[in-house]
């Protein structure tokens, strides 16, 4: 897997800039500017899309003293980039749009919290996966894209690299999401009441 710094080296090439890097704290404007973008633009990617390898599913905490209008208020997951849905107990697949969960997120004093009216309530959100040999492949290119988008300007001055960066970065989160969805199976849909009784 590609660690940190060939990611940003592909986002260099991708903008015309020949010079690699080796460290993010080496003295060249490459290094200096990677640097800043890497973990901001990382995270911004993973938050784009529930990508599989960076899912995870848990039980919330519930710390009680629900807000107006809520019946629960459950503690935020540590490392959580975006939380993707309200689960309940023993559930497996995302609900449909109309029979998803509401729920708010907010602040208490002790930092973030979930609202939601759902009882014992689990999340299925996105993990801040922070070491690059987890990453997925595809991942790891629209990665490299996204940050071409931001190298391109400051180190070649060129609009048409950061618009082709742009493209290519689409491009790139389309192929990782039609990727993504083949990783999984759902349950078999249950006989059809018909079908079942002619038999």
């Known amino acids: 897997m590609a660690s940190d710094i060939e990611i940003c080296n592909v986002a260099l090439s991708r903008v015309a ?10 003295k060249s404007k490459a290094a200096e500017l990677c640097a800043v973008f890497y ?6 990617v993973l938050a784009e899309f ?5 899912e995870s599913t848990v039980v919330l905490a519930d710390i009680g003293g629900a807000a107006p209008g809520w019946a629960y208020r459950y503690r935020y997951p540590a490392d959580c980039l975006k939380v993707r849905e309200i689960i309940q107990p023993g559930q497996r697949w995302s609900l449909g749009v109309d029979l998803q969960i ?11 919290v979930i609202h939601t009216d759902q009882p014992e309530a689990g ?19 629209a990665l490299s894209w996204r940050l071409a988008m931001d190298l391109a300007l400051p180190l070649s001055s060129k609009t048409d690299l950061q618009q082709f960066a742009t493209q290519q970065y689409g491009l790139a989160l389309t192929k990782a999401q039609g990727s993504a969805f083949e990783e999984s199976q759902d349950d078999p849909e249950p006989e059809s009441e ?5 038999s």
């Open 194 to 198: 018909f079908v079942s009784v002619r």
């Open 123 to 141: 999340v299925r959100f996105t993990y801040r996966v922070a070491d690059s040999t987890f990453f997925d492949p595809l991942f790891a290119d």
């Open 17 to 26: 800039h020949s010079q690699s890097i080796v460290s993010f704290t080496e």
């Open 102 to 112: 509401p729920f708010k997120v907010g602040y208490d004093v002790g930092g973030r």
């Open 50 to 54: 529930p990508w599989p390898f960076a």
């Open 39 to 44: 973990a901001q633009l990382r995270d911004l």
